[in-house]
């Protein structure tokens, strides 16, 4: 009973820092919150009345209310992250590490000196390299990652993204959008043994420039 309630405990206090975070980057987050409540509350007494039932659609009005809060706190969190991490070196390795689902990334297989960083997952759609930095420097270095790698996945396929807002490139906030979309070429066992396989392949530690991603393995 004293660990439920330590967990729920821990649980408002992270559910308050988030919102006090938000708030700060996000001015929009309490009139948003406070639409959504007013709406879900109000199309649900308005049935209640129109079918006799009030106190019902009232009731029912909170619980809906509620829900409409979580779903705008939670976009409108992942977009202030976002916005705070965006164009910071790593900012992609940090989205993909946050990507729900069966991903196994590795952040940092391949980088310049003037931090240009080429990151690798393995999920369900097979290998994907996202490259973030310059367009010149990173097209030659997913180009040398998946030279590199191509020597261990046989016929899985492997895919390019490169983060930017120019033509063919993908921006940061539409990266895990645009990997859900990929098609889907491994079940569950198949994406361990893969990345195991490319962990093979090996690297070199080496010290990153502050942000938010954790560490590097290989430098080109």
Known sequence: MANRMSAAAQRVSQLRLAFNQTRQVDPRLVPLLAGAALVGFGLCLLVGVLTGYPLWGGLFGLLVAALACLFVFGQRTSKAALGAIEGQPGAAAAVLQSMRGTWRVTPAVAFTRKQDFVHRAVGRPGVVVVGEGSRARVTELLRQERRRIGRVVG??????????????????????????????????????ALDNRLKSLGGTNVPLPKGPMPRSRRRV
């Open 155 to 192: 016929d899985t396929p492997v895919h390019e993204v490169h983060i930017g807002d120019g033509d063919g490139q993908v921006p940061l906030r539409s990266l895990s959008n645009h990997l859900a979309r990929l098609p889907r070429a491994l079940k569950g066992p198949a994406i361990d």
